[in-house]
């Protein structure tokens, strides 16, 4: 009979993640356009909230100058945005079952680049996750300064929340985050509808209804070196754009049109929202405030500040963009564990990343991403800006990569639309990768040699994971038959504390496997070995009058009361002895009725079956014979 506390355990697990879902049920977990935008666009749309903000910090020295170079920038990202868009619209069609840069380039690059693409995208998610919910909590202190000095820990609550929603399942997160998504695109589309209609009206000089932060004075020229850092910054709004080709088996049939109509509806709606907050911060003078310091204010607090004023709009709004940006993260929880499924099932990670949870999403990449975006937030202290340098060269390698990979798809299968196909993916890999070029370049000595080390680093820790797997395959594999000559029976060891009907059962299953069986029993000066004593009685006399093979009993002597240490010592003696026979460790383990008992006990069969795992040879087996307790309480 199950326990009770196994029961009340499952239901707190269920009321968190939902209950399990079966394999078969893996249709009623697809979904439509309508929640793929929330799932896999959030990331690309909240990079509005940051990308140009991004771009107007590293443009903060030229005061009021630096503001009208927003738009010429903005526009530069929008014809890079537009073109990345048609090329993974090419690919999605191409394959159906996911087209990632990691599948791309291994399958038309070779299993090298397909790695580089792989760990760029990884690193990219990261800190998809990272910068997401940064950037929500610094939406948040925008409209609440005074929680400033709870920054980090803020960015961890809201780290666990999201993990806890994304293990409940791909049908039910996009149910969770569908509203507050289209709240933040309703609420920014709003805000700019009104502030444009307010600059037409004006002539192109509104007044802002609660002034935007002052700029500050000239202290440096336009140069051209500014401005590519300043555009590098700003391409962070580009993230994300690649998710939706990830992940083509998560939507329903006709998969590949449900993906098209998706990208395109998340690029379009990012189109009108970069330019229309670069055409408004041009109008208000809107500029960026230093990130991490006392007054700071988002450029979207400004921007929603002076079209509409600080009443309910202004709070709906903020709290739309601060939910959308923390929920942003999703993007890489649902892109993260599928790239990591993918490098898994052909050996250059840990096969567990290929495997279903309880709710059909690949449990172990989400712990993975958890783990490594928690890292990032603590070292940086959860501040966004110190975020960006490290950010976007994953997602531009990957998306370069992919772009090239393209190319020699359509050349090798050729077609009716083979060359047009290939001159759209070519131009988004030469577009992606100067842009990767600049984006390296600008940022190297801001903190991107931190990516630019970690990218390699990763390919090599895959090669290594799938080297391990290939020598393993090399050691055990085997095409030979059974071997059928050479049968002996084990010696059996039988660890004993004292006599119980726990070392009874073990006993008795001993004798079912061989002749000759030892029971091992440590004792210590403090006290008397009460099993030595009772032996000839409880054990031989029983096995002489059935017929049995007699079992030994060896007494260890322990003057320092070490227990493992002795039984470990003579199981490998054992073995030394015995040099053509296997031996068996016969455990007695106590298997509470509760989980808590267990610490009323000492454990020390699992250490010593550990030590036994690590110490012992090729011919040490191991068998537990549990004896259940039904002790309640």
């Known amino acids: 009979m199950t326990p009770c506390y196994h029961r009340n355990r ?96 291994s399958e038309n690059l070779g299993p090298n680049l397909g790695l580089l693409a792989a760990a760029a995208l990884m690193i990219d998610y990261v800190l998809v996750v990272a910068v997401g919910i940064s950037a929500g909590i610094g939406a948040l202190i925008s409209a609440l300064p005074t929680w400033e000095p709870y920054t980090l820990p803020l960015c961890m609550g809201t780290l666990l929340i999201i993990t806890v929603i994304n ?110 907050i670069a055409i408004l911060c041009r109008a208000y003078h809107i500029g960026a405030t230093p990130p991490g310091q006392s007054g700071y ?34 993007t890489a929880f649902a892109d993260f564990p599928r790239v990591c499924r993918a490098v898994a099932q052909n050996g250059y990670l840990p096969r567990a990343f290929a495997n279903r949870g309880r709710r059909l999403v690949y449990t172990h990449g989400i712990y993975a991403l958890v783990i490594l975006a928690g890292a990032i937030l603590a070292l940086f202290g959860g501040v966004t800006d110190r975020l960006i340098p490290l950010f976007a060269i994953g997602a531009f390698l990957a998306f370069t990569l992919s772009q090239a990979g393209m190319v020699l798809h359509w050349k090798r299968v050729g077609g009716r639309h083979a060359r047009h196909s290939m001159f759209i993916n070519g131009a988004g890999a030469i577009a992606t990768a100067a842009t990767t070029v600049v984006v390296m370049v600008s940022k190297f000595a801001e903190g991107a040699w931190v990516t630019v080390l970690m990218i390699p680093a ?25 071997p059928t000559s050479g049968f002996r029976a084990p010696v059996v060891v039988v660890p004993m504390d004292n006599w119980t009907l726990i070392s009874q059962k073990a006993l008795r299953f001993a004798l079912t496997l061989s002749d000759e069986v030892i029971g091992v029993h440590v004792a210590s000066s403090e006290e008397p070995s009460a099993i030595k004593e009772d032996w000839p009685r409880l054990v031989e006399q029983p096995a ?25 010592e003579f199981v490998l003696e054992v073995e030394r002895r015995y040099q053509d026979r296997t031996i068996a460790v016969v455990m007695p383990s106590l298997v509470e009725a509760h989980w808590y008992h267990s610490f009323l006990h000492n454990q020390r069969a699992e250490l010593l079956t550990a030590l036994l795992l690590f110490r012992g040879g090729d011919r040490i087996v191991i068998v537990n014979i549990p004896w259940r307790s039904h002790v309640d309480s």
């Open 458 to 482: 990763l390919v090599a820790l895959m090669k290594n994971v799938r080297g391990h797997y290939d020598r393993l395959l090399n050691e055990i594999s085997s095409k030979d038959p059974l």
């Open 297 to 330: 204010q988002s450029v979207l607090s400004q921007l929603v500040s002076a079209v509409t004023g600080r009443g309910w709009f202004y709070y709906t709004s903020i709290a739309s963009v601060l939910i959308v940006l923390v929920l942003q993260a999703n």
């Open 167 to 276: 293990l409940r399942g791909v049908s039910e997160t996009g149910a969770i985050f569908l509203f507050p998504t289209y709240l933040f695109v309703g609420s920014l589309f709003g805000a700019i509808a009104i502030g444009l209609g307010k600059t037409i009206l004006a002539g192109g000089h509104p007044m802002p209804v609660i002034a935007p932060h002052k700029l500050p004075a000239v202290t440096e020229s336009a140069g051209l070196w500014l401005l590519l850092k300043s555009f590098s910054s700003g391409c962070t709004a580009m993230t994300g754009v690649e998710a939706v080709s990830n992940g083509v088996q998560a939507f329903r049939e006709p998969r590949a049109k449900h993906a098209q109509i998706t990208l395109a509806t998340i690029i379009g709606i990012l189109i009108v929202m970069l330019a229309g």
């Open 10 to 105: 499952m239901s707190v697990i269920d009321f968190l993640f939902g209950r399990p879902l079966a394999s078969y049920e893996e249709q009623s977990e697809s979904i439509d356009a309508a929640k793929g935008i929330p799932i896999f666009g959030l990331d690309a749309l909240g990079s509005a909230a940051y990308g140009p903000e991004a771009a107007l910090t590293l443009l903060i020295p030229l005061g009021l100058a630096g503001v009208h170079y927003i738009v010429p920038i903005s526009i530069s990202i929008i014809v890079l945005l537009a073109i990345v868009c048609f090329s993974y619209l090419q690919t999605i069609p191409a394959y159906p079952a996911g087209g990632g840069s990691y599948t791309v380039a």
């Open 544 to 568: 002489r009058a059935a017929g049995l093979p007699v079992p030994k009993l060896e007494v260890l002597q322990s003057p320092y009361r070490y227990v493992i240490g002795p039984l470990l």
